[in-house]
Every structure is written in structure tokens, then in C-alpha cells.
């Protein structure tokens, strides 16, 4: 199992898949796998139950996949490992843990095209979500640098950054 974390816009969805395909494992994003289990979006979770709610779920979830242990590219959610006792969760499983590291420049360019579908940013204006960016990054880092791989993404497409995961194995 490969689990991918980092901040919003490090490109933890799109790797994922491009990873999954070039080795022919499962992917599973795990936004994607908490909106099927609730059976609504992440941004209606958000706004009818709130984000404790979120938590509380997205949780329950993690353990389930990690103890379901499946052959397969996970992308985290990206809070997922700065909740309740998640870090250390993915630390102890048998999961190869990386951390998609992304300046702050790198996310807020990618995050101020497609804030919309992103529940925790969607209303902070343009002109503050670098600040925003660099504040939650900084709070988030402590668990975000716990993963005992990180590549930095900066400068590295898509392609490329799979390219560096292939070769971890
Ligand atoms: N290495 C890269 N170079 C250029 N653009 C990239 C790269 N990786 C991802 N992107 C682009 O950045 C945007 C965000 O990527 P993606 O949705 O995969 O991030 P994420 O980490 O899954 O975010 P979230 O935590 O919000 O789900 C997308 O438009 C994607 O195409
Ligand atoms: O950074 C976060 O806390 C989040 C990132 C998304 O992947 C979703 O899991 C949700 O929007 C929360
Ligand atoms: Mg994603």
C-alpha cells in the first residue's frame, strides 16, 4: 500500500491515479471513498453536518481502509493525517507513507484556479489565501514532515513525480 499526503493542490489525486495505472494497482482517493460511504459530496457533508462531523468520519473511514489493508495507491484527504491519532495510525500500518511536499507559492497558484470544490478555502478572498495558505501549512507541517518520504513537487510535473515513486520500491 503507497499513501500519498500533503496540503491542498500538492497533487495527491492526480499522482495517485497516474501512479495506480503505471503499476497496475488500485487507486482509491480518499475523498472520494468518505463521499461514497456517506453517499454525498465532501462540500454537502461540510455544510449540513460540519466539519467535526467531517472528522469524526473521515476517521472511522481511515481505519477501515488500513485494517481492510488493500493492495493500492491511497490519496489522502488533505487534513487527513492532522486529526485525532491519524498520523500515527498510517505510521504504525504497513503503508509506504509520502508526503507530496509543495511551496506556498506552488499551492496557492494552483489552489486560487479551483477553490470552489474545496469547502475550507471556497470563501477567503483571492487576495488572502497565500496568507491563509502559509499559516495552515505551518500548523499542518508538524504532521505533514512525520512521513518518512517526502519529495518535493515544486519543479516536477505530474509524470515525474510518479516517476520518483516507482523508483521507491
Ligand atoms: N506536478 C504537477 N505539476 C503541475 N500541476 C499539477 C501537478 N500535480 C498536480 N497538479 C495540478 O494541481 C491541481 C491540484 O491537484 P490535485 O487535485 O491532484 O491535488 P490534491 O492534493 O488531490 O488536492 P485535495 O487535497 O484538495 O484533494 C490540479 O489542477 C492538478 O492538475
Ligand atoms: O485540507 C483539508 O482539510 C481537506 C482537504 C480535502 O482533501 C478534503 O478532505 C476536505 O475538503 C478537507
Ligand atoms: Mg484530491
Given at each position: 500500500?503507497?499513501?500519498?499526503?500533503?496540503?491542498?493542490?500538492?497533487?495527491?489525486?492526480?499522482?495517485?491515479?497516474?501512479?495506480?495505472?503505471?503499476?497496475?494497482?488500485q487507486?482509491?482517493?480518499?475523498?472520494?471513498?468518505?463521499?461514497?460511504?456517506e453517499?454525498?459530496?465532501?462540500?454537502?457533508?461540510?455544510?449540513?453536518?460540519?466539519?467535526?462531523?467531517?472528522?469524526?468520519?473521515?476517521?472511522?473511514?481511515?481505519?477501515?481502509?488500513?485494517?481492510?489493508?488493500?493492495?493500492?495507491?491511497?490519496?489522502?484527504?488533505?487534513?487527513?493525517?492532522?486529526?485525532?491519532?491519524?498520523?500515527?495510525?498510517?505510521?504504525?500500518?504497513?503503508?509506504?507513507?509520502?508526503?507530496?511536499?509543495?511551496?506556498?507559492?506552488?499551492?496557492?497558484?494552483?489552489?486560487?484556479?479551483?477553490?470552489?470544490?474545496?469547502?475550507?478555502?471556497?470563501?477567503?478572498?483571492?487576495?488572502?489565501?497565500?496568507?491563509f495558505?502559509?499559516?495552515?501549512?505551518?500548523?499542518?507541517?508538524?504532521?505533514?514532515?512525520?512521513?518518512?518520504?517526502?519529495?518535493?513537487?515544486?519543479?516536477?510535473?505530474?509524470?515525474?513525480?510518479?516517476?520518483?515513486?516507482v523508483?521507491?520500491?
Amino acid at each position: 500500500m503507497i499513501v500519498l499526503l500533503g496540503y491542498m493542490g500538492c497533487g495527491k489525486s492526480t499522482i495517485g491515479k497516474l501512479l495506480a495505472s503505471r503499476t497496475g494497482l488500485q487507486f482509491i482517493d480518499f475523498d472520494e471513498f468518505i463521499e461514497k460511504k456517506e453517499g454525498k459530496s465532501i462540500t454537502a457533508i461540510f455544510k449540513q453536518h460540519g466539519e467535526v462531523y467531517f472528522r469524526k468520519k473521515e476517521h472511522q473511514y481511515l481505519n477501515e481502509l488500513l485494517n481492510s489493508a488493500p493492495e493500492a495507491v491511497i490519496s489522502l484527504g488533505g487534513g487527513t493525517p492532522c486529526f485525532g491519532n491519524n498520523m500515527q495510525l498510517l505510521l504504525d500500518s504497513k503503508a509506504k507513507v509520502v508526503y507530496l511536499k509543495a511551496k506556498i507559492d506552488t499551492l496557492t497558484q494552483r489552489l486560487l484556479k479551483e477553490k470552489e470544490q474545496r469547502p475550507l478555502i471556497k470563501d477567503i478572498p483571492d487576495t488572502e489565501l497565500e496568507e491563509f495558505i502559509r499559516k495552515h501549512l505551518f500548523e499542518r507541517n508538524y504532521f505533514y514532515l512525520q512521513a518518512p518520504v517526502k519529495i518535493e513537487v515544486d519543479t516536477l510535473t505530474a509524470e515525474e513525480v510518479v516517476d520518483q515513486l516507482v523508483k521507491l520500491n
